[in-house]
């Protein structure tokens, strides 16, 4: 199994930046993709962000493109998000997810390891 522990949130101001970092551990880390997801009061969760653990191929919400990041360490076993220029509409929990996929990338199931949720808070 896969063990996933986000840390890295809290209050901020608009236009400030945030880093959160998920810590992973698991037999073989490299089967899987890392994403980020967010959910807001009253809102679906969303996806926000995914990286391979094996080659780094990433992929980021439309949304959020020009101001997130998403990054690994192999060294720490942590995946994290990078949030430049922060506004209201990011508040949200924000999870970190990992799902198991083949050698083409595609996922096998679904999301099925979670981490605990981390609140990000950007006030006006």
């Known amino acids: 199994q896969v063990q996933l522990v986000e840390s890295g949130g809290g209050l901020v101001q608009t236009g400030d930046s945030l880093r959160l970092s998920c810590a992973a551990s698991?037999?073989?880390?490299?089967?899987?993709?890392m994403a980020w997801f967010r959910q807001a009061p009253g809102q679906e969760r969303g996806f926000v962000a995914r990286i391979n653990w094996s080659g780094g191929s990433t992929a980021i919400a439309n949304s959020v493109k020009d101001r997130f990041t998403i990054s690994r360490d192999n060294a720490r076993n942590t995946v994290y998000l990078q949030m430049n220029s922060l506004k209201p509409e990011d508040t949200a929990v924000y999870y970190c997810?990992?799902?198991?996929?083949?050698?083409?990338?595609?996922?096998?199931?679904?999301?099925?390891?979670w981490g605990q949720g981390t609140q990000v808070t950007v006030s006006s």
């Open positions: 698991g037999r073989t880390l490299s089967s899987y993709t």
């Open positions: 997810a990992a799902a198991l996929i083949n050698g083409r990338g595609v996922l096998i199931g679904g999301y099925d390891y």
